[in-house]
């Protein structure tokens, strides 16, 4: 169960679909005139994507892969239909408000995003929590958008009346302007909340060392808001760092000794000088290049030119 309230909590705040994956656009912007639109779009795409994540999750292990997507959309697009014929039956005011936008459900990247991302992978209860979190956080988001619009624009808060005579409601909120603008003001905000509790924590990539931060690259992160110079310099230390450590030589890595071996530069052969102990058992005749002459010995003094 903790894995389903963890689906739950992900959809509604932290992998919110309209406010952090800014995901459905076209319907948020298009339906969010009234909070009651907002509302009823929300809920309809939460059904659709509920069964269907459920659906796909139970049949996940006998849809071939070369068809899986057809066959998504196609189980998708059977229940939009449904719902559709529910809304127009029970709800015909709303469902003359929404429109098109009803059918456009059967392509909305939430939908076909999840089904794809999620529920073909894991398990039917999970799937489903999935599509029940992210279609309330759809609806949320829909909903925020729809009351913001409706106040300040029709001075109405779900069809009832709220303003009073020292304010004069702005009519370009009701309209497609207006959408823009509370969605970009509500995503600023929750940027800034998200930056400055990621500040207050610490984990600003310039603030850490390079081989902190160099296995981490998020930078999708609200934390890690660098420019993308600064992220490419960070990439390519963390490059030249893992270059520096392969460059090592071999011997010292299979060995872990320095010093052991020493190699002759003009004969290329190797002399183990901890194994016989001597020093001054092989030199090198500068002035007649002969290798293998024994010099430097005391008793006889003889010297090798």
Do not use: H
């Not at 995503?187 to 207050?200: E, F, Y």
């Not at 090592?248 to 299979?254: D, F, L, N, S």
């Not at 901890?274 to 007649?288: D, H, N, Y």
Request: hydrophobic share 45%.
């Amino acid at each position: 169960m903790n894995k389903c309230f963890e689906r739950l909590y992900n959809g509604i705040i932290k992998e919110n679909p309209t406010f952090v994956q800014m995901l459905g656009m076209c319907p948020t912007l298009a339906v969010t005139t009234t909070a009651i639109n907002g509302l009823g779009m929300g809920l309809a795409t939460t059904a659709v994507l509920t069964m269907s994540n459920l659906i796909i999750s139970m049949f996940r292990n006998v849809i071939p892969d070369k068809v899986r997507i057809p066959a998504y959309i196609t189980i998708i697009a059977s229940f939009v239909t449904v719902v559709s014929f529910i809304m127009q039956a029970y709800t015909p005011e709303l469902f003359e408000s929404l429109g098109v936008f009803i059918s456009l459900i059967v392509v909305n990247c939430i939908i076909l995003g999840r089904a794809e991302a999620y529920a073909s992978k894991n398990k039917v209860l999970p799937s489903m929590f999935d599509g029940i979190g992210m279609g309330l956080g759809f609806t949320l988001g829909l909903t925020v958008i729809g009351i913001i619009r409706e106040f300040i624009g029709a001075g109405s808060f779900f069809g009832m009346e709220v303003t009073t005579d020292l304010w004069e409601p702005i009519r370009v909120f009701t309209m497609s302007p207006g959408a823009f603008f509370v969605l970009a003001f509500i995503v600023a905000i929750i940027n800034g909340m998200a930056i400055r509790k990621a500040k207050k924590k610490g984990c600003r990539p310039e603030l850490r060392k390079i081989d902190s931060c160099a296995g981490c690259m998020n930078l999708s992160c609200a934390g890690r808001n660098i420019s993308a110079a600064e992220a490419e310099n960070i990439m390519q230390a963390a490059a030249e760092k893992r270059a520096a450590e392969a460059a090592k030589p071999a011997e010292e890595k299979k060995t872990g000794k320095t010093g052991e071996l020493t190699e002759s530069k003009k004969t290329g052969k190797l002399v183990d000088s901890k194994k016989t102990g001597k020093t001054g058992e092989l030199a090198e005749s500068k002035k007649t290049g002969k290798t293998g002459e024994l010099a430097g010995k005391k008793e006889e003094g003889q010297v090798n030119e």
